[in-house]
């Protein structure tokens, strides 16, 4: 087990209940949902408390099961009408303001990597920049949703963006891990999400905020496009 001071865990775990309560704000408080994410919280918890992670030379790498599902279920939603029609029923406005959990979940990276539990590349003094989307998602949410001053073109861009963000840390944090593909940080691997309980930031923290980006963007996607045939029969 990472030896680290109790407020580590503490911020973490209260940043990753946040994350719950906000997305199922978002799905109009589903309740199906809800028992979803707790048995896959529960299940992650278990596996990591248990040392499942650990043994980083097997063949595929265990850490794919942390987020390969949730990835498979994120594509066939879109994929599938009945995903599809769910999707619609998602508040877009709490789906944005979730964003703003990555701002604690930059400290805790960088409070591990204070105690080697993760790399530097990893955190906003390395390579990380994931704490902007954090930071600016009041401000979008904002004046996007409440003052409705800002364009949904702006609202599609920051989202864009930001997910951009996101996806630049993932792979720095995949390629750091001491598994069979790691690239990166050989001296101070990224090592922390295989313990608990920050193995919940591969397997529900970051997963959660990937489909919220991408939600967002389909939606918004979707409404330029209705705009575009609206205008089109003006036009001729």
Request: charged share 10%; glycine share 6%.
């Amino acid at each position: 087990m990472l030896e680290l001071p109790a407020y580590i865990p503490v911020v973490f775990i209260a940043t990753t209940l946040c994350t719950l309560v906000l997305f199922y704000k978002a799905t109009k408080y589903s309740k199906i949902g809800l028992l979803l994410l707790i048995g896959w919280l529960g299940f992650q918890g278990i596996l990591a408390y248990q040392g499942f992670y650990m043994d980083t030379e097997a063949i595929p790498p265990r850490v794919l099961l942390a987020f390969l599902p949730t990835l498979v279920l994120i594509i066939g939603m879109f994929a599938f009408p009945v995903g599809q029609v769910w999707l619609k029923q998602l508040d877009l406005k709490t789906l944005t303001l979730l964003h703003t959990v990555r701002v604690p979940v930059e400290f805790v990276l960088y409070w591990l990597y204070l105690y080697k539990g993760v790399p530097e590349l990893m955190t906003f003094a390395g390579r990380n920049f994931d704490i902007l989307a954090g930071i600016t998602a009041p401000i979008i949410y904002y004046f996007a949703f409440v003052r409705k001053t800002l364009s949904k073109k702006m609202l599609l861009l920051w989202n864009v963006i930001c997910l951009g963000l996101l996806l630049n840390i993932v792979i720095n944090a995949l390629l750091s891990a001491p598994i069979p593909i790691q690239v990166f940080a050989f001296d101070q691997p990224n090592i922390a999400v295989f313990y608990f309980p920050y193995i919940w930031l591969p397997s529900v923290v970051v997963p959660i905020v990937l489909f919220a980006h991408l939600v967002a963007i389909n939606r918004l996607l979707k409404i330029d496009i209705m705009d575009l045939q609206e205008v089109k029969p003006q036009l001729g």
